[in-house]
């Protein structure tokens, strides 16, 4: 069974850092696309990250451009996401999802993508 598992998340004061981690399995990591997502209340889920996007090896959303790293150890099939310099408005739950690199999928459509974990709480206080 396709398994990811989110895990880094917390409580970090404005101009903090947090890194999240999402450990996969039940896939060719290889095959497969990762991406950052997050949902504020209220909102809709929004793309963050790629890598190993079929387009481009990483991508972002240009809110966290600068300020977010997308990385991976493909020898442990977990994918990570450094946030640097967090904002109140970085405050979210973070998702990430999988998906096959030959499908039609975008960062900008969250319905696109496969898998999905079951998400880690950010917050960040002002």
């Known amino acids: 069974d396709v398994q990811l598992v989110e895990s880094g998340g917390g409580l970090v004061q404005a101009g903090g850092s947090l890194r999240l981690s999402c450990a996969t399995s039940?896939?060719?990591?290889?095959?497969?696309?990762i991406g950052w997502f997050r949902q504020a209340p209220g909102k809709e889920r929004e793309g963050v990250s790629c890598?190993?996007?079929?387009?481009?090896?990483?991508a972002y959303a240009d809110s966290v451009k600068g300020r977010f790293t997308i990385s991976s150890d493909n020898a442990k099939n977990t994918v990570y996401l450094q946030m640097n310099n967090l904002k109140p408005e970085d405050t979210a739950v973070y998702y990430c999802?999988?998906?096959?690199?030959?499908?039609?999928?975008?960062?900008?459509?969250?319905?696109?993508?496969?898998?999905w974990g079951q998400g880690t709480q950010v917050t960040v206080s002002s």
């Open positions: 890598i190993n996007c079929s387009y481009d090896s990483t």
């Open positions: 999802a999988a998906v096959g690199r030959q499908a039609d999928y975008d960062l900008k459509y969250a319905t696109l993508w496969s898998y």
């Open positions: 039940g896939f060719t990591f290889d095959d497969y696309a």
